[in-house]
């Protein structure tokens, strides 16, 4: 029917889950998988097929996926080339909306302006938009990043 599957997996469960929801589920995007680094093979399949995690970094330290933002895995994902976002996850719940899960993790990473564009390019890349759509989005970030065409103030 066209549909495609996501499935929360790999956030307080093993990488067993995102395997699960790989091969059982055919899931076109995993929500969370933190869990991934725990299974080198897992995670070069992940980075082969640019197959977009959806992390939510403040709650998983809400859930004790980890004891700190500290701890959280976001770099490291980032360095095995795979396709991660920023997410929030019910925001009222666990204290955060996007902007402030992207700016804790900014912050306590130091993040490179690289690193944020890229988690901006993967989260259009990471999308279910049309191709047409991610195209001119993404044409938008390089806009913006290299200044090459003005982003007109409506659109901002």
Request: charged share 20%.
């Amino acid at each position: 029917m066209g549909l495609l599957t996501v499935a929360h997996a790999g956030e307080e469960g093993s990488a067993e889950y995102i395997w699960q929801a790989l091969e059982i589920l055919h899931a076109a995007r995993i929500d969370h998988g933190v869990r991934c680094l725990d299974d080198e093979r897992l995670v070069a399949r992940l980075a082969s097929e640019q197959t977009t995690l959806t992390v939510c970094p403040l709650s998983n330290v809400k859930l004790h996926v980890f004891a700190s933002l500290a701890m959280s895995n976001v770099p490291a994902l980032l360095d095995h080339g795979l396709r991660v976002t920023i997410n929030s996850d019910d925001p009222a719940y666990f204290s955060g909306y996007i902007a402030d899960n992207v700016l804790a993790v900014a912050e306590e990473f130091r993040l490179t302006d690289s690193q944020i564009i890229q988690l901006a390019r993967n989260s259009i890349l990471g999308s279910f938009l049309s191709q047409q759509e991610k195209e001119a989005l993404m044409k938008r970030i390089d806009a913006l990043v290299f200044n090459t065409v003005a982003v007109p103030r409506s659109e901002q």
